[in-house]
């Protein structure tokens, strides 16, 4: 495989921008002018792309009463499953003109598909690449179907053991997957960052030699920081227009104003991880001339003895560099010497330069 892949032309990975997903997921609320304002939100907050979700309540589920099928210990409790994936879902007529609307904005637009009509519906439209929910992470058939489509895929890790993640993996590239990628995920709604454990985005990338990025569910903007400071090189978060709309991931979505301030933290955390560097800057040159250095701090005539009283280690810096001051202490001056001159070493009587 490779530390980096390509969708749509862009590398993602290691050395490149990160590539920040905005996820619509159902905070369109069954109204396709708030699905376009997300779009455009999601470019004014310098998203690279948006994600939709691709089923329908009968692709997820059944519909049926029993305790299987109604929620329990989540935001969404007591809900039946049927009933909350009838709400979320994003009707497939809009996906077209959706993807037509993100592209026009300069944003990719895939999608995560739940089952083979998803996929073949999502192929019919050239989605330039595929992610597999963390829930889904389990589903081979599914993967392998992706698979086959020869598109990059981005593939969640939520609840998931290494084990399992190996397992999905595996599925992919068995069955021809070139580009993959995975992303550290927290299937909790919203996630606390102490659940987080972020060190394992370094960890995913060693052990499967692929792209890792973060599917945050927190709503602390620190979290993607730290994860890009880790490297991850992919960021997607749910996007809404107003925690206060009513909707089953509202609570653990970000706004636009916080989306477009996780994006600017994001990038200026990637721009000040750098490289291994060592020495000054560019923008160090100005203030080296603040460094201390060796200066005569008392008038000295020819012949007279260097001593601590007439040299000094001071600022600035344009003198003879401090180490030399041990060397210099009891030789004699060359010449006269004013007070605030910096020594070099035509002032010092038996040296050249």
């Known amino acids: 495989m490779s530390s980096q892949i390509e969708i749509a032309g862009r590398r993602v990975g290691a050395g490149q921008p990160v590539y920040v997903i905005a996820e619509l997921s159902a905070n369109h609320g069954q109204h396709f ?5 997300l779009v455009d939100a999601a470019r004014a907050a310098g998203a690279d792309a948006i994600k939709l979700q691709t089923y329908t309540p009968d692709t997820m589920t059944i519909a049926a009463d ?9 935001i969404w409790h007591g809900r039946r499953l049927y009933d909350l994936y009838a709400e979320a879902s994003t009707p497939w007529e809009w996906h077209g003109r959706l993807k037509e609307m993100a592209e026009r904005a300069g944003l990719h637009c895939f999608s995560t ?3 083979d009509s998803a996929v073949e519906f999502l192929e019919s439209l050239d989605v330039p690449a595929y992610k597999i929910a963390s829930f889904e992470l389990v589903d081979v058939g599914l993967i392998r179907r992706v698979a086959r489509t020869g598109k990059p895929i981005i593939m969640s890790t939520g609840m ?12 992919a590239r068995g069955a021809g ?11 909790a709604y919203p996630a606390p960052p102490s659940e987080m454990h972020l060190q394992t985005i370094p960890h995913l990338s060693r052990a499967f030699d692929v792209p890792v990025g973060l599917s945050d569910h927190t709503l602390a903007l620190t979290v993607p920081v730290t994860a890009v400071s880790l490297g991850a090189c992919i960021i997607e978060k749910h996007l809404t227009l107003s925690r206060t709309d ?10 636009p104003e916080e989306f477009r301030a996780m994006v600017d933290a994001v990038r200026t955390a990637q721009a000040a991880m750098g490289e291994v560097h060592y020495g000054t800057t560019e923008r160090e040159e100005a203030t080296r001339a603040f460094r201390r250095s060796l200066f005569v701090v008392q008038p000295v005539r020819a012949g007279e003895l260097f001593s601590a009283e007439n040299v000094r280690s ?39 330069t």
Not at 66 to 74: D, I, L, P, R, S
Not at 160 to 171: G, K, Y
Not at 177 to 187: D, E, F, Y
């Open 246 to 255: 009513p909707g089953p991931d509202s609570a653990f979505s970000l706004e």
């Open 113 to 115: 598909p739940f089952d």
């Open 314 to 352: 001071i600022r600035p810096g344009a003198g003879l560099h401090p180490r030399h001051y041990d060397e210099i202490i009891g030789r004699r001056a060359a010449r006269d010497i004013a007070r605030g001159t910096p020594l070099a070493w035509d002032l010092i009587a038996g040296t050249s």
């Open 160 to 171: 998931a053991s290494f084990d399992e993640i190996e397992e999905a993996v595996a599925a």
């Open 33 to 37: 002018d708030r699905a376009a304002r």
């Open 66 to 74: 029993t305790e299987h099928f109604t929620v329990a210990g989540t």
């Open 177 to 187: 997957a070139r580009s993959l990628a995975l992303l550290k995920c927290t299937s």
